[in-house]
C-alpha cells in the first residue's frame, strides 16, 4: 500500500477523504504542501471537533451565579486601598532581575485602515507618524534600559504578514534592540468546515481552506515555536501579553505585574488590566466571576438586564471592561498546553468561504455564509488558572485602540489620544498646556517612549513651561 493510499484510509475513517480527491491533477510540489497541510491537522480528535462546534451549535448561556468581577483600583483613585509603592517596588525586581518578557499578538493586516502591509507597520503616532511596532520596542528598550536589563520580545505573526513583519523589522534595525532578543514566530491555523457536512473545505484542489486559530491560539504558538523554552533559557518567568493595535499599552508595567506575581490573591499564573465602560452595551468584553473563578463574558453574551444593572451610586455593576491586556507565567501557558484537561475551547462563526467543490472541482463563490471557522479566546484562559486578579487602568492612559480608518477607535480617535495623555503628564509636571472651551487639547503633543512611558518619567526631563495654542510638539 502507498503512502497515499494509507492516508486516504485514515481519512476515510473520519470522513475527510476527498481532501486527496484530486492528487492525481497536482504537481509534486504541490501534492507535499497539501500533505504537510494534512499532516499538521490532529485527525484522531476530528470528529469529537466536528460533533461539538461544526455540526453543533449551542448558544452560550450566562451562568445563574454570575456577578462583577473584583478589582483592584486604579491608583489614579486617589485612595486604592492596596499598597501602590510595594507592588510597585515588587515589579521592579522582577523587572531588574530578567523575569519578564513582552509577548505581542502581531498577525493582523491594516486592511481595515486602508493599510497594505502588516498592522504593526502602520504609522500611527501623532506627530512623528512612528509605527505601533516602533512604539512598542522603544518602550520595551527604554524600560530595560531604566532597570539595566535585558527585556526579551516575542511577535506572534501570521502566515499572511510573517515574511513582510521579518524584513520590516530587519530593515528598521529593530528599532534600536538587539534581534539576538527579539523572536518572531508563526499564528497557528485551522481548517474551515462545511456547517452540514463537517468536510473540511478545499480553497483549492491542493489547499485546504484555513483560518487563524484566533488569539487564544497564541498560548499554543508561544510553546510550539519554542518561545517558552527560549524564555526559560533567559530566566523568563512571567509574560506581558498586548495587542498589535494598541499604541498606549504599556509593555512593562511594574504596578500590574507586582499584583500579578505577589497579590495574596493572585495565583500569579493569568492577570488582566480593565477600564470602566463608558456604556452598558459598549462593546468589549466584561470580566466576571463565576464559582468563584474570574472570567470574561463577551458583550454578546451578557444578558442585557445584568448590563444595564446599576448600583446605589447609579455605577454600572458589570462594568470592568477588558482591554486584552494581561499577564501570565511561563509555567501556565506550558501547563494549558501540555495537559488536555486545560485545553481552551473553540469558538464558532460562520462565514463566506470561496472553495472548490470536493465533487466537481468547481470552484464556488458563495453568497451567504457557507462555512465555519473554529478560533480559540485568550480569555478562555481566566478561568483556568487558580486564582486570576483583574487591575483597573486608567482609559486615557492605557487604551487608545487602531481598529478602524475613521470613528470609534481609529486613528484619528487614537491620535487624539496620544495628545490627551500626554497633556496629562505634562500637567502632571507643572506645564502649562493649552486647551479649547470644550476640554480638549489646542495642539498636537507626542512623547516618545524613549523620553517616558509614564507621567513620572517626565519629572527629570527638559520641559517647556508651557505649550502653545495650535502647536506642534514633539518631546
Same mark, same amino acid.
Given at each position: 500500500m502507498t503512502a497515499t493510499a494509507a492516508l486516504r484510509d485514515q481519512l476515510a475513517a473520519v470522513g475527510q477523504e476527498h481532501l486527496l480527491n484530486f492528487v492525481s491533477e497536482l504537481s509534486e510540489e504541490q501534492l507535499g504542501a497539501l500533505l504537510a497541510q494534512i499532516d499538521a491537522i490532529d485527525l484522531d480528535s476530528l470528529p469529537g471537533l466536528i460533533e461539538t462546534y461544526v455540526r453543533g451549535d449551542t448558544p452560550f448561556t450566562a451562568p445563574a451565579d454570575l456577578e462583577p468581577a473584583r478589582c483592584y483600583a486604579s491608583p489614579a483613585?486617589?485612595?486604592?486601598g492596596w499598597d501602590v509603592e510595594a507592588f510597585k517596588a515588587r515589579g521592579e525586581q522582577l523587572i531588574r532581575e530578567g523575569k519578564v518578557a513582552v509577548f505581542t499578538v502581531a498577525g493582523g493586516q491594516g486592511t481595515r485602515l486602508g493599510y497594505d502591509g502588516p498592522k504593526g507597520c502602520y504609522?500611527?503616532?501623532?506627530?512623528?507618524?512612528?509605527?505601533?511596532?516602533?512604539?512598542?520596542a522603544e518602550q520595551i528598550r527604554a524600560e530595560g534600559e531604566r532597570a539595566g536589563t535585558t527585556i526579551p520580545w516575542?511577535?506572534?505573526?501570521?502566515?499572511?504578514?510573517?515574511?513582510a513583519t521579518a524584513a520590516f523589522l530587519k530593515e528598521h534595525g529593530y528599532f534600536g534592540l538587539d534581534p539576538e532578543n527579539v523572536m518572531l514566530f508563526n499564528q497557528g491555523v485551522m481548517p474551515s468546515f462545511d456547517p452540514e457536512t463537517g468536510r473540511i473545505l478545499l480553497a483549492e484542489k491542493g489547499l485546504i481552506a484555513t483560518n487563524p486559530d484566533g488569539h487564544g491560539g497564541s498560548l499554543k504558538a508561544l510553546v510550539?515555536?519554542?518561545?517558552?523554552d527560549d524564555m526559560k533559557a533567559r530566566g523568563v518567568e512571567h509574560i506581558a501579553y498586548i495587542q498589535v493595535d494598541n499604541p498606549h499599552t504599556r509593555c512593562v508595567d511594574p504596578v500590574f505585574l507586582g499584583l500579578h506575581a505577589h497579590a495574596a490573591d493572585s495565583s500569579g499564573e493569568f492577570s488582566s488590566k480593565m477600564v470602566p465602560k463608558v456604556s452598558w452595551d459598549e462593546k468589549v468584553g466584561v470580566f466576571c466571576q463565576s464559582s468563584g473563578r474570574t472570567c470574561v463574558i463577551e458583550y454578546s453574551d451578557l444578558p442585557d438586564e445584568l448590563a444595564r444593572q446599576t448600583d446605589d451610586a447609579g455605577t454600572l455593576r458589570?462594568?470592568?471592561?477588558s482591554i486584552a491586556i494581561h499577564a501570565?507565567?511561563?509555567?501556565? &501557558?506550558?501547563? @494549558?498546553?501540555?495537559?488536555?484537561?486545560?485545553? $481552551?475551547?473553540?469558538?464558532?462563526?460562520?462565514?463566506? +468561504?470561496?472553495?472548490?467543490n470536493p465533487d466537481t472541482g468547481k470552484h464556488v463563490e458563495p453568497e451567504a455564509p457557507n462555512g465555519v471557522k473554529l478560533e480559540r479566546f485568550v480569555f478562555d484562559a481566566i478561568p483556568l488558572a487558580e486564582s486570576s486578579i483583574v487591575y483597573e487602568t486608567d482609559r486615557v492612559e492605557e487604551f487608545a485602540p487602531v481598529k478602524n480608518a475613521t470613528g470609534v477607535d481609529s486613528i484619528e480617535s487614537s491620535r487624539a489620544l496620544q495628545t490627551e495623555r500626554a497633556a496629562r503628564w505634562l500637567e502632571a509636571c507643572g506645564v502649562s498646556v493649552a486647551r479649547k472651551a470644550d476640554g480638549s487639547v489646542d495642539a498636537i503633543i507626542? &512623547?516618545?517612549? @524613549?523620553?517616558?512611558?509614564c507621567a513620572e518619567h $517626565?519629572?527629570?526631563?527638559?520641559?517647556?513651561?508651557? +505649550?502653545?495654542?495650535?502647536?506642534?510638539?514633539?518631546?
Open positions: 483613585s486617589g485612595d486604592p504609522p500611527t503616532a501623532c506627530v512623528t507618524g512612528k509605527p505601533l511596532f516602533q512604539l512598542f516575542y511577535l506572534m505573526t501570521s502566515p499572511l504578514n510573517h515574511d510550539a515555536s519554542g518561545a517558552t458589570f462594568n470592568a471592561g501570565m507565567s511561563v509555567a501556565f &501557558v506550558e501547563k @494549558l498546553e501540555s495537559d488536555a484537561a486545560f485545553a $481552551l475551547p473553540f469558538h464558532r462563526a460562520v462565514k463566506k +468561504i470561496p472553495h472548490v507626542e &512623547v516618545s517612549p @524613549l523620553t517616558a512611558t $517626565l519629572k527629570d526631563a527638559d520641559l517647556p513651561e508651557s +505649550i502653545e495654542p495650535g502647536s506642534t510638539v514633539l518631546l
